[in-house]
């Protein structure tokens, strides 16, 4: 990052009529498995969300289809972060989910509502376990990549927002669920069985698209739809994890889950927990230490019936 002098002035505003669309908040829809309850709720709740979507080989029509099929159809903005920069391009993937939540304050703020003066809100949904995101080892094997969505991430952008005065509230209705209680309490659940395997969790999607099956969050996707007791009919690449090779059960992920659950087994969870739990920074580290608890056992009851020893 660097600053420069008097900064880069933006384009000259369109002289077209602006648009204040009259929906009451924002969600974002990604096309994965959280997001898609989480619109469905809103939307069954009988609020009226706007959906904006990040573009992502192998989700568009996804994201696009979901849409059309909440509530009679509801809008979504789809943007995506494919820029040509003056300077060079970061390769990486780093910044995308902190795109993906000013795309979702880009669209805040467009609302009718937010130049009415009211607030806006930004519903940013993910099962709290993977919120948290904690280290399922020392060494960090199968954790996940991000934490931008843990409560401290989320805090700290809302206090920005707040400083810019931009009346856009951001909430995380699922803080406190597991990906499986999520599946299970869903308001719409005719929705959910038509459409809860469409959608895409998997962090390594592979071969035209499909799930791989044995990444973390294709584990807690499984995991998910245990706990839920409906059919899981996503098609995965490695669907047998009982299989004792280097593909399937000692693939990593897999041997770090089974490896997290049998420590916080043999220790205490609350042994297990406490290196990786930064309490003093969530106030009450209560329901997010119980969050990840049954996360894991939503986990560790998978890994059973999967047969992964």
């Known amino acids: 990052m660097e600053f420069v002098d008097g900064g880069v002035l933006p384009s000259p505003p369109s002289k077209?009529?602006?648009?204040?669309?009259?929906?009451?908040?924002?969600?974002?829809?990604?096309?994965?498995?959280?997001?898609?309850?989480?619109?469905?709720?809103?939307?069954?709740?009988?609020?009226?969300?706007?959906?904006?979507?990040?573009?992502?080989?192998?989700?568009?029509?996804?994201?696009?289809?979901?849409?059309s099929r909440m509530a009679g159809g509801l809008s979504r903005l789809e943007l995506n972060h494919n820029v040509s920069c003056p300077w060079q391009n970061d390769l990486t993937q780093r910044a995308r989910s902190i795109i993906f939540l000013t795309y979702g304050v880009l669209l805040a703020t467009s609302l009718a509502r937010y130049h009415d003066g009211q607030d806006v809100t930004l519903y940013v949904c993910e099962n709290g376990f993977i919120s948290i995101n904690p280290a399922l080892t020392t060494a960090r094997v199968g954790s996940l990549s991000t934490r931008t969505t843990h409560p401290n991430f989320i805090s700290q952008f809302q206090t920005l927002l707040t400083a810019a005065d931009l009346n856009v509230k951001i909430e995380n209705p699922y803080q406190f669920k597991t990906k499986g209680e999520m599946l299970r309490e869903g308001a719409d659940q005719t929705f959910l069985k038509k459409h809860a395997a469409q959608t895409t969790s998997c962090g390594r999607f592979v071969r035209k698209y499909k799930h791989c099956g044995r990444c973390l969050p294709c584990l807690i996707r499984r995991a998910a739809f245990h706990k839920w007791g409906e059919k899981d009919t996503t098609d995965y690449v490695y669907d047998d994890l009982s299989k004792n090779d280097a593909e399937h059960a000692r693939f990593d992920d897999v041997r770090s889950a089974a490896l997290a659950v049998a420590e916080a087994n043999a220790q205490g969870f609350e042994r297990w927990i406490r290196p990786r739990l930064n309490a003093t920074s969530l106030g009450d580290a209560t329901p997010y230490r119980e969050v990840v608890r049954r996360g894991l056992d939503e986990l560790d009851d998978f890994l059973k019936t999967a047969g992964v020893k």
């Not at 994965?32 to 309850?37: C, P, Y």
């Not at 069954?44 to 706007?50: M, S, T, W």
């Open 16 to 67: 077209r009529k602006q648009i204040r669309p009259a929906e009451d908040c924002v969600c974002l829809l990604s096309g994965g498995l959280d997001s898609l309850i989480g619109a469905a709720d809103l939307a069954a709740d009988g609020k009226k969300p706007y959906l904006v979507s990040q573009v992502s080989p192998g989700d568009k029509q996804k994201q696009a289809y979901f849409a």
